[in-house]
């Protein structure tokens, strides 16, 4: 394009003038009518259809359900927050606890068979769990590397929307952010798909019932 049709092109558009936009809609903010029974089972619905394995627990409960979990497996890397009795529960049955702090190097993570972290949110339209990198859900390379991922997530965490989620993350929006929609697939050109390309392989969700 010459220099003289830009030029026409930007004098039509200026003398155009200012065109004011439409008003964008934003009822989506409002969230759902549904209960929080409803969100919390479209949240599992939508984990199962991304082939996460998930699992509930109480209070009580939570630290059986968390060796439950880890049946299968003989290290674990935690985040350093972790409350003590998640941390027992971890070690049980002679598993390797290793704790990310000082920072594991990524060998030491890739040795290592699963991970377990707590959540900052989930939103149950898209299955989506978000982690903020506090200290019990750790650094982001420790939620990529390991093979499984055990996550939990409160009840109380979970939305219905993505807007609704994201407004408790804005809350503190120097947080590097984690989103994680069900285990790490990829698939080549022939629609093959292959796991664990861009992070764990196997993504396991222990909802807790925080108000029990």
């Known amino acids: ?78 985040p350093p927050g972790l409350p003590q009795n998640w941390v027992d529960a971890i070690g049980a049955d002679g598993r390797e606890v290793r704790v ?8 030491t993570l890739d040795k290592t068979e699963a991970v377990v972290t707590g959540a900052r949110a989930g939103v149950s339209l898209s299955g989506t769990i978000m982690l903020d990198s506090e200290p019990d859900q750790g650094r982001r390379a420790i939620t990529l590397v390991p093979d499984c991922h055990v996550i939990v997530l409160a009840a109380s965490s979970i939305y219905a929307t993505v807007p609704e989620a994201v407004e408790v993350l804005s809350a503190h929006p120097e947080r590097p952010t984690t989103w994680i929609a069900g285990p790490s697939a990829t698939s080549d050109i022939e629609l093959v798909r292959v ?4 992070g764990p392989r196997t993504l396991r969700v222990i909802i807790v019932d925080d108000a029990s």
């Open 195 to 198: 796991d664990g390309v861009h």
């Open 1 to 78: 394009m010459s220099d003289a049709a830009k030029a026409e092109i930007l004098n039509r558009i200026r003398a155009a003038g200012p065109i004011s936009a439409p008003a964008i809609p934003r009822d989506y903010r409002m969230g759902t009518t549904a209960t929080r029974d409803e969100v919390i089972a479209e949240m599992e619905q939508a984990l199962i259809d991304y082939t996460a394995t998930v699992a509930h627990a109480t209070g009580a409960t939570l630290p059986q359900v968390i060796a439950e979990q880890l049946s299968d497996k003989t290290t674990v890397v935690i």
């Open 100 to 107: 990310d702090d000082p920072p594991l190097s990524k060998d």
